[in-house]
């Protein structure tokens, strides 16, 4: 079975400086994908960076970028120069394939919720 | 616009009524899906349609009652519900159930059952 294990629930960064959240993953499949989401107040949960797991190079959005460690399972998600509108609550998610008859499995890690302070 | 809109936004039941969640897309994906979102819990998945057939139900209570009447309307239907089922319940799309690209969620419906 797949686990997602988000150990931070809360986080706190000043405003303009860098913040990194921690995810670790557990799984014996060897093609994979990793996500990050945020879930602002409005609820709407927003995909912020993928990770394709046959990808050495880590995946960069913008302020966001990645630590993709595969031997190590672990997929942690930095934001440079933190905004106001990065406070939110951030979920990894681990996916992998499933059969054209079910579907893709994912499953979320239980989240982190980062503030941002002005 | 979120491409993917759910109403109601809040939701008050209690235990012997029936309600609807609705959920809608424009997006041309094939695949939607429900989650439920309780505090602290991962995201509980609860049933995938694609192409407006059933794919997965990941033993949810019969209290839950999808439907999928096209592939741009998905239903959650609510009767005789405990307060345990209160919770976030959202919504999502994707282009196919075995996409790589993730998913598009909704906004969500705060339920709550008293």
């Known amino acids: 079975a797949q686990t997602v294990t988000q150990s931070q629930p809360e986080m706190s960064v000043q405003e303009a400086e860098t913040v990194t959240l921690s995810c670790t993953y557990d799984?014996?499949?060897?093609?994979?994908?990793l996500f990050w989401y945020k879930q602002p107040p409005s609820r709407q949960m927003i995909l912020v960076i993928r990770?394709?797991?046959?990808?050495?190079q880590n995946a960069t959005e913008n302020r966001f970028s990645v630590n993709f460690q595969k031997a190590a399972k672990s997929f942690s998600l930095k934001i440079s120069d933190s905004q106001l509108g990065d406070t939110a609550m951030y979920f990894c998610?681990?996916?992998?394939?499933?059969?054209?008859?079910?579907?893709?499995?994912?499953?979320f890690g239980t989240g982190t919720s980062l503030t941002v302070i002005p | 616009e979120t491409g993917v809109t759910q109403t109601p936004r809040h939701l008050v039941m209690g235990m012997t009524n029936k309600k609807s969640l609705k959920c809608e897309q424009h997006?041309?994906?094939?695949?939607m899906y429900w989650y439920k979102q309780s505090a602290k819990k991962p995201l509980e998945l609860m049933f995938v349609?694609?192409?407006?057939?059933?794919?997965e139900n990941n033993s949810v209570p019969s209290r839950f009652s999808p439907e999928c009447p096209n592939s741009s309307h998905l239903f959650l239907h609510l009767h005789t519900l405990q307060p345990e089922d209160s919770a976030l319940y959202l919504c999502?799309?994707?282009?196919?159930?075995?996409?790589?690209?993730?998913?598009?969620f909704g906004s969500g419906t705060r339920l709550t059952v008293v």
């Open positions: 799984t014996s499949e060897s093609n994979y994908y």
């Open positions: 349609y694609s192409l407006e057939e059933r794919v």
């Open positions: 999502a799309s994707s282009q196919e159930a075995t996409t790589n690209y993730g998913y598009t």
């Open positions: 997006l041309g994906h094939n695949a």
């Open positions: 990770q394709e797991a046959y990808k050495q």
């Open positions: 998610a681990f996916m992998k394939h499933g059969g054209a008859n079910t579907g893709n499995q994912f499953y």
